[in-house]
């Protein structure tokens, strides 16, 4: 299954091959049980070192269409919120990995923007609770600490919805910030994937609901962009065995937007039942 990566996504492809060939993973020393002599066995094991492709995941981000673009088009077209569609509260504890984390901190945020975008400041204030204990678990509490902020003057304002809206634009810019600029690139790079693949699952679900879906479905059939742009950072870190089974994937997915220019009802149905297995792979 061969992917050509045009115009923006030029960049992205020739970072991969640059450094694929380079090697992005470590040797460190593990345990392996005691020696006859009754010393500490150790072996050398490769792992895989997201930090020797910081600056590139970064440049992908940076240069890729952003899950917001999608929250804003969903409201432009008159959807609805529908509940049912977001990722639950409580499967924060299906998150067991450190890619599953990484790639739910993304989820819900997304969440977190779709509910602001309707109004809804009761789901926006529930979902930056699991977004700090995301981000607890993952290391991050020192570096998110003004999240608590955030959260008391989102309490605060919960009645106000431009005081929200500017509130939860401000969390995401610092979000962005906080991350780039940690030494986890693989959870920044986790973060915007999960975020995009949560924002084509709502939009593609909510275009199926839809009554005239024709402006939406054609909407989708242009984020081959975005596709690429995840199959990409999926394709930097597929030496991590939490991450290769979603950048498997990633490839059929962005290899059908690739080969389908133009979207139809049949394009919908087919696409949307691939990210919504990929979504489903998350919390496995």
């Known amino acids: 299954m061969k992917l050509n990566f045009p115009k923006n996504a030029l960049l992205f492809s020739v970072s991969v091959l640059l450094f694929s060939g380079c090697g992005q993973s470590s040797k460190v020393q593990e345990k392996k049980g005691t020696t006859s002599d009754g010393k500490e066995a150790l072996v050398e094991v490769e792992v895989f070192d997201a930090m020797k492709i910081k600056d590139q995941i970064v440049e992908v981000i940076n240069t890729s269409p952003k899950a917001t673009e999608i929250a804003d088009f969903i409201n432009q077209v008159g959807a609805s919120y ?22 739910g901190l993304g989820m819900y945020s997304f969440d977190l923007v779709y509910a602001k975008t309707f109004n809804r400041s009761d789901m926006v204030l529930k979902t930056s609770e699991i977004e700090e204990q995301l981000l607890d678990r993952l290391g991050l509490e020192n570096e998110f600490a003004s999240l608590i902020n955030y959260r008391k003057r989102l309490q605060n304002h919960a009645e106000n919805q431009d005081s929200v809206d500017v509130l939860v634009n401000e969390m995401m810019n610092y979000a962005h910030q906080r ?28 275009t199926m609901f839809a009554q005239n879906n024709k402006p939406m479905i054609e909407f989708i059939g242009r984020q081959d962009e975005r596709a690429k742009s995840v199959f990409s950072l999926l394709e930097m870190m597929s030496e991590d065995e939490d991450v290769k089974p979603y950048y498997e994937k990633m490839k059929v997915i962005a290899a059908y937007f690739e080969g389908h220019p133009e979207f139809t009802e049949k ?7 691939m990210i919504e297995s990929f979504r489903n792979e998350i919390f496995n």
Do not use: C, H, R, W
């Not at 973060?191 to 949560?198: D, L, Q, V």
């Not at 394009?267 to 039942?273: F, M, W």
């Open 267 to 273: 394009e919908l149905n087919e696409v949307s039942t």
């Open 82 to 103: 529908i509940l049912d569609l977001t990722v639950p509260i409580d499967n924060i504890e299906k998150f067991m990995t450190q890619a599953q984390m990484g790639l």
């Open 179 to 206: 991350l780039s600029a940690s030494d986890q690139p693989d959870t920044y790079a986790l973060y915007f994937i999960g975020a995009n693949i949560e924002a084509l699952y709502i939009l593609t679900q909510l």
